[in-house]
């Protein structure tokens, strides 16, 4: 939860069920602590970011980033499956579903390489790994999708030939 609360600031969150919670002091015997516990930055970025996600359409913003995101990808016309769930999705380089750990290890990673590099050197910064998932923020519009295209066509066409 930390690296989603925090907005890209160092927070640590954790929750559990109200009678697991309730064993944590200052209510129970057991006593919490961690490096970013009170953190006034931190702590910040958190009310901030949770005050933003509880904004009215933000959700359905975030839905509608994710698809156009794979929207972009699709169009490129390459042989890529995508998994995603609302902002967050995958890129598979291969024409097969991928459901699991087998399917996921068995897709053209050295082409996702090749993919990631070109866009790297153009400007877009992806997940260094295929196996780690793109996300979409309420800061990505037209010009960050235009950008994601361009990069995307140049970065396919050097790693397919």
Request: with cysteine.
């Amino acid at each position: 939860l930390g690296k989603v609360i925090g907005g890209g600031l160092p927070v640590g969150a954790f929750g559990g069920r109200a009678e697991v919670m309730a064993e944590l002091a200052p209510e129970g015997p057991c006593y919490q602590a961690g490096t970013l516990s009170g953190n006034p930055l931190a702590t910040t970025a958190g009310l901030a970011v949770l005050c933003r996600l509880a904004e009215p359409g933000i959700y359905d913003r975030l839905e509608e980033g994710g698809a156009r995101l794979q929207q972009v990808i699709e169009d490129t016309g390459a042989p890529v499956t995508i998994n995603r769930v609302g902002s967050m999705l995958t890129p598979f380089f291969t024409d097969a579903t991928v459901t699991d750990y087998s399917g996921a290890t068995a897709c053209d990673t050295r082409m996702y390489a090749a993919v990631a590099r070109g866009l790297l050197a153009r400007g877009t910064y992806p997940p260094p790994s295929q196996f780690e998932a793109w996300f979409v923020s309420t800061c990505h519009g037209d010009d960050e999708f235009a950008a994601l295209a361009t990069a995307l066509a140049g970065a396919l066409e050097e790693a397919s030939t």
